[in-house]
C-alpha cells in the first residue's frame, strides 16, 4: 500500500480544485454541483464546504446522483449493486453542471451519470472534476477538466480515497 | 445485492432479508417515479412477457408500466385472445412466446400452483402476477410497502384482513409477508369465508369484524369475490355488508385511528363504505402507487446476473 496523498496534501490539493471552480464560474449563479454517488459525495460535500467559504455564494445548487440504473454491466454475474439516493431537487436546463467523484478510472461511471443527468434536463455544458486521475486506463473518451492528482496504474491496482467524516481518517492510497 | 431466489412465484418462499432488498431497491424507484422523466435504461436489453389467462386491469397496467419505466421491452399477452382458446397447453404458449427471445415471463393464472409447474419446465425468470387462490406476492409486497410507509416498522402491529380470506390469494401472501416482517395477523369476516385450520398458519382468526378492528393498528379489506363463489357462502350482499362491511360509523365508533387498505377493485357499499375508502385513513391509492414501484424492484432484482449471449 503506497500513499498518494496525505492529510495535508489533501487539504491543499481541495483548496486548488476549489479555487479553480471559482476561476471558471465566479459567483456560481447558474452551476449546478453534482456529485456522484456513493463515495463522490464526500468529495463534492468538502468542495461545497470550500466554496460557501471562498465564492460570494453561500446558496450554491447542489445535488447527489446515483448511477445503478445507468450501468452498462447489468447482466454480468453480481452486477447488482445497493442503489444509492438520488437527491437533485432542481432542473438542469441551461445550467453548467460540474460533476464529482473521487476517482476516474475507466470513464464507464461518468458515461452513465452523464445519460442520467440527461433526465433531469439539458444542461448548457458538463465538466468533470476528479480527485484522482488514472491515467492512461480510459475504456470510453472521457477526460476531466479539473484533476486532484494523476497517478499511472495497473488495471488490478486499487486507488482508496478515505475521508475524515466517512472512514477516519483523510488519505489517498495505491493498493 | 441479489434476491435468494431465481423467480419470484410466492412469499412463502422468500427470506425475509429478500422482502428487505425489495422494499429498499422501491424506495429509489418510487424516487424516480416523482421526477418529470420516470425512466431510467436499467433493463434496456430485456424483454418482458406479460401473459394473463385471467383478467385483471390493475395489476397488468402496474406491471406494464413498471417494466417500461425500467426501459425493457414489453409484449403483453390475455387469454382470450390467444391460442389457449384453440387448445394449446400452458407450455406450449409459453414456450412459443420464450422462442422469441423473451427472458422473463409474468403470468396469472386461475389454476393454483401454475406459476410453479411452468418454472421446472422454463429457463426465463417468472412472477407470479397471482396464481388461482394461492397466492400474490407482489400485491402481498406492495400491501406491506405502503403500511411501513405510513407507520414504520411492522414489527409488533397488528394487522386485521378483513373478508373473504377463502378465495384470495392477496390474503395468503399478506399473511405470508407480515409474518415475516414481524407483524401478527387476524383474519376475520363470515365463517364460511375463513377456511378452516388457517390458525395452523400463526393467524388469530376472529368472526366478530369490529372485534377484529378493535385489536388491529391496520385492517386490509378483501374484496368479495363472487365470481369464485361456484354456490352462495352467505344470504345477500347487503347481509354481508351489514356484519362484515366497514364503515364510517363502525370505525369512528372504536376510538382510534385505524389505518385502512383494499387492494381494489372495491366493492363500493359492500365490504367497505366510500366514506371510508375515500376517507383520511384510506391509503388506497397510494397502494396503486406503490405497486409500480414494488414491481420495478422485483423486475429489475430478477433481472440481473443474467449472461449475455456470446
Known sequence: MKTLLDQAQLQITLHRLAHQLVENHLDFSNTAIIGLQPRGVWFSDRIIKLLETVSSNTRILYGKLDITFYRDDLYKEDALQEPAQTDISFGLDNKRVVLIDDVLHTGRTIRAAMDALLDFGRPKEIALMTLVDRRFSRELPIQPDYVGFSVDTLFEQKVKVFWKEKDGNDEVVLV | ?310
Open chain 2, 1 to 310: 445485492m441479489s434476491l435468494s431466489v431465481k423467480h419470484l412465484l410466492g412469499i412463502k418462499e422468500l427470506q425475509t432479508s429478500d422482502i428487505e432488498t425489495i422494499f429498499k431497491t422501491a424506495d429509489n424507484f418510487k424516487q424516480i417515479l416523482q421526477r418529470p422523466i420516470k425512466k431510467v435504461p436499467a433493463l434496456r436489453d430485456t424483454t418482458v412477457a406479460n401473459i394473463f389467462f385471467e383478467n385483471s386491469t390493475r395489476t397488468r397496467t402496474s406491471f406494464e408500466l413498471a417494466e417500461k419505466r425500467l426501459g425493457a421491452d414489453v409484449v403483453n399477452f390475455s387469454a382470450s385472445a390467444s391460442s389457449v382458446s384453440k387448445g394449446e397447453t400452458l407450455i406450449d404458449t409459453v414456450n412459443n412466446i420464450l422462442a422469441m427471445k423473451v427472458d422473463m415471463v409474468v403470468m396469472r393464472h386461475s389454476a393454483s400452483g401454475a406459476p410453479w409447474f411452468l418454472a421446472r419446465h422454463i429457463d426465463a425468470s417468472i412472477i407470479n402476477a397471482g396464481d388461482g387462490v394461492n397466492e400474490h406476492p407482489t400485491q402481498g409486497l406492495l400491501d406491506a410497502f405502503s403500511m411501513r410507509e405510513k407507520r414504520g416498522d411492522l414489527k409488533g402491529k397488528t394487522v386485521a384482513i378483513v373478508g373473504d380470506i377463502m378465495h384470495s390469494r392477496v390474503a395468503m401472501s399478506n399473511i405470508y409477508c407480515l409474518q415475516k416482517l414481524g407483524a401478527e395477523v387476524i383474519v376475520s369476516g363470515p365463517p364460511t369465508l375463513i377456511p378452516k385450520h388457517i390458525e395452523a398458519m400463526g393467524v388469530k382468526v376472529e368472526y366478530n369484524v369490529r372485534k377484529a378492528l378493535q385489536q388491529c393498528d391496520i385492517a386490509n379489506i378483501l374484496r368479495i369475490q363472487l365470481e369464485r363463489q361456484h354456490k352462495p357462502l352467505f344470504s345477500s350482499l347487503r347481509e354481508y355488508a351489514l356484519y362484515y362491511g366497514v364503515n364510517r360509523q363502525m370505525l369512528d365508533s372504536l376510538g382510534k385511528d385505524i389505518l385502512i387498505l383494499h387492494p381494489g377493485p372495491i366493492n363500493r357499499g359492500v365490504e367497505i363504505d366510500s366514506d371510508v375508502a375515500d376517507g383520511a385513513q384510506s391509503i388506497i391509492l397510494d397502494q396503486v402507487e406503490n405497486g409500480v414501484a414494488i414491481r420495478m424492484a422485483v423486475v429489475y432484482l430478477l433481472s440481473g446476473g443474467r449472461e449475455l449471449p456470446e
